[in-house]
């Protein structure tokens, strides 16, 4: 089995439960590294440190607009996560429903 490199950082990355808000705020909208930490009790300098691990992953960028350096989300990034978690979803489903027609069948049970 393949594993792809963006998928697996991308998971990595939203496996820790600060990343996954700063995600869910961004999804509201774009915002400076001061504005998603907000809500935290960590420094600056580990909400940036949150913030890069998103953008190397692929799931954040930030660009500059003079002093401030907005990070927004990027939703293709999202889009190719929720489409191997579909597809996980449908394989499962699949499988799942053999196994209750095999089990609802009279003649597999003997």
């Known amino acids: 089995m393949r594993s792809d490199p963006d998928l697996d950082l991308a998971f990595a990355a939203l496996g820790d439960p600060v990343r996954r808000a700063l995600v869910t705020r961004l999804a509201r909208g774009e915002a400076t590294v001061g504005e998603l930490g907000e809500p935290f009790d960590l420094t600056p300098q580990a909400i940036s440190h949150h913030v890069g691990v ?13 002093t401030r350096r907005p990070c927004r989300l990027r939703v293709d990034q999202l889009t190719r996560l929720g489409s191997w ?13 053999a196994l209750e027609t095999h089990l609802s069948d009279p003649e597999a049970i003997r």
């Open 85 to 97: 978690i579909d597809e996980q979803r449908r394989a499962w489903d699949d499988r799942l429903d």
């Open 54 to 66: 998103l953008r190397r992953c692929g799931l954040v960028e930030q660009r500059r607009e003079g």
